[in-house]
């Protein structure tokens, strides 16, 4: 099947690739108008192939055209973290005829890959990676007497290994996947981002790829840096032809299947020449195999790379102003979420990330600021570098303005008292601690010398917590008033106070917990939007179904049942069991159960005067919580301490 075809019906590549370099052959011939940039080596404007790429309305094209790249069939992700595996996943799943090899250095992420306890927590993954890594099992269902049903069983196309050169070598399309972390030494230490370890894949790339290979930037990576990976690349192979991708990744955690599953837009950064829009094409084909033509949105490279700094930090900004805001709310008797609510009911902007708290964490927002200020900056624009630095700034006096409340409230010191902490990955639904706030505010609390700083989270492992808290820079001596616990009870059992300080839903109160929610995550992946008659079912008794037209015959067949089943037509293949000493399965022993909350009104009984709550997430009732016997603060509540 032709990469540029497979899984849609209405694929306008080739009228789109054959329109974009006739302008492009009349551009050429055109002298550049736009001003002279500060950036000597960014690229020259192609504005009429760039405008037309940018249209999501192009003209649709017959399936029947001549293919315009080779077939995709073998890709590798370089890097299985949080964004190489799961993209990997979502690609092998809706993409059964293409073989996805995942590869990375670490052979205990690769295990946990391969077998049922997944590295990475994030709702529906599960499901996805069993189906695409083991391949199902035939399977049958009967539609109310109407008529069988029939899925053919599925082969294994997901492998994940360290196996890095064998890999690279069979790949037609191979996506660099590897952090990008902040640099912290030398020349734009604390703001640059660190190149190192994507250098060093270029370099293997550049080794054993083979001839022809499309390279993906999928990392996060400053402008320019597709530019850099053609450099080495032509270096140790001067007589090979390979073309340089960015295709950013958009993703939140925590609901990253979703968002990969029904993304608002696929972004693909090419070069503006011959080459480039073939291979844009070929590696919108493997899109294509279920995101609507129009969402794949094709630009240069340097507009693709710097579009990914940009949304996160504009994201980020928002959090931020309504961060500020709340500052504001308290010292006038304001309410925040009440201000947020006729905010966000102007359609001119919407409620998304209006939710104030104590702060953003993780690994993308304050990473690519820094690095958005700091290119600013070497290019002498001072005033937007200290613009995007002013997010920063409120991020970081938001989370220590809570932390001085937490001290203030209980008289200036936290001598003899424990404080517990509830939630620790950066955000809910996840495992990831990277940069959380908690460990931000952990660390300012200890500072204070309480008897014991308890922490615990639904979703994060004991080890992955203390290993952040300890990167952080934390003494020994700290270190040892902080304790890490596997259940909300020994959490705050004797606690003066508790913070929450992550947006889970086993913490609100009163509670919210979905009826089948589980505390790891295992929920079943979103069915697309119904797109035909619910009541017309003959469409499932088509020769060949996708795994999306399967999701849609799953909710049919499951429309009246109560209970939540994450294989209700049988295809799964049985996994092996667990070692006796497995460390996940213990920890699901021994940590919440599935669908348990905390029980606040039972918190009551636990904990010492003055039971102060410290509401970072704005998640719990207040005056329902006071009427327990609590004293409760939020943020951006009206109150001044």
């Known amino acids: 099947m032709s990469a540029t075809t497979s899984g849609s019906p209405d694929n306008s590549s080739t009228d789109t690739l054959t329109s974009g370099l006739s302008l492009l052959g009349s551009a050429q011939q055109t002298p550049d108008e736009s001003p002279l940039t500060s950036c000597p080596d960014s690229p020259k404007s192609n504005r009429a ?26 890709v590798c992700f370089l890097g299985a973290g949080f964004v190489g595996g799961p993209t990997a996943a979502l690609v092998a799943y809706h993409n059964p005829h293409i073989v996805v090899n995942v590869v990375d250095l670490n052979q205990s992420r690769v295990d946990a890959w391969s077998g049922s306890h997944l590295p990475i927590h994030e709702p529906g993954l599960p499901k996805i990676v069993r189906i695409a890594r083991d391949g199902t099992g035939q399977a049958t269902t009967d539609l109310a007497g109407l008529g069988t049903v029939s899925i053919p069983k599925r082969s294994p196309n997901l492998i994940f290994s360290t196996r890095v050169e064998e890999s690279i070598a069979v790949a037609d399309i191979v996506f660099i996947c590897v952090n990008t972390p902040t ?45 850099m990976i053609r450099e080495i690349l032509e270096f140790h192979r001067p007589d090979s032809s390979f073309e340089i991708l960015n295709n950013p990744e958009f993703l939140a955690e925590g609901c990253a299947v979703e968002n990969l599953m029904h993304p608002d837009r696929i972004l693909i950064g090419s070069a503006t020449t011959y080459d480039g829009f073939k291979a844009a094409e070929a ?26 700094l940009v949304a996160n930090a504009m994201l980020a900004q928002r959090i931020s102003s ?34 104030a708290g104590v702060g953003f964490g993780g690994s993308c927002f304050e990473k690519d600021i820094l690095n958005l200020a700091y290119m600013a900056k070497s290019m002498h624009l001072d005033q937007v570098a200290d613009y995007w630095m002013g997010v920063l700034e409120i991020n970081k006096f938001q989370r220590q303005r809570f932390a001085g409340k937490v001290v203030r409230s209980l008289n200036g010191s936290l001598r003899g008292k424990k404080i517990a902490i509830l939630g620790f990955a950066f955000k ?83 509670s919210k917990m979905p009826r089948h929610a589980t505390s790891n995550n295992e929920s079943t992946v979103t069915a697309p ?72 009104e039972e918190v009551a009984t636990m904990m010492r005067e003055p039971r102060w709550v410290f509401d970072g997430r704005n998640i719990v009732d207040g005056p329902k919580l006071e009427k327990l016997g609590f004293r409760v603060r939020g943020v951006g509540k009206g109150f001044n301490i």
């Open 49 to 74: 192939a760039d405008t037309y790429f940018l249209d999501p309305k192009l003209p649709a094209a017959p399936v029947e055209s001549e293919p315009i790249y080779p077939p995709v069939y073998n």
């Open 183 to 227: 640099k912290l030494y030398g020349l734009g230490a604390g703001a640059t981002a660190d190149l190192s370890i994507l250098e060093s894949a270029s370099s293997t790339i550049a080794k054993f790829a083979k001839e022809g290979a499309i390279i993906v930037e999928k990392s996060t990576v400053p402008c320019g840096t597709a530019n």
């Open 283 to 308: 590696l919108r084909g493997v899109y294509a195999a279920w995101v609507p033509p129009g969402r794949i949105l094709t630009v240069n490279t340097w507009s693709s790379e710097l579009t990914k």
């Open 322 to 355: 309504i961060n500020a805001v709340s500052a504001l709310c308290e010292e006038l008797g304001a309410d925040v979420q009440e201000l947020s609510l006729g905010l966000g009911s102007d359609s001119r902007l919407g409620r998304r990330f209006l939710h």
């Open 428 to 510: 809910e639904n996840t495992n990831d601690t990277r940069n959380s706030i908690a460990v931000h505010i952990i660390a300012e609390l200890v500072a204070e010398m309480p008897l014991e700083i308890s922490v615990f989270d639904p979703g994060c492992s004991v080890a992955g917590i203390e290993e952040e808290i300890r990167n952080i820079g934390v003494t020994e001596a700290q270190m040892a008033r902080i304790k890490i616990r596997e259940h909300w009870k020994e959490t705050i059992q004797s606690a003066s106070a508790v913070c929450i300080l992550t947006q889970w839903d086993h913490f609100r109160y009163p």
């Open 529 to 600: 939007k119904p797109v035909r008659d619910p009541e017309d079912i003959s469409w499932f008794f088509k020769n060949k179904l996708s795994e999306m037209d399967i999701l849609e015959l799953e909710k049919f067949v499951t429309r009246d049942s109560e209970t939540t089943n994450e294989d209700p037509m049988g295809r799964f293949v049985p996994e092996a069991e667990c070692l006796p000493d497995c460390v996940d399965c213990r920890s699901k022993e021994v940590g919440m159960k599935e669908g348990e909350t905390v029980d606040w």
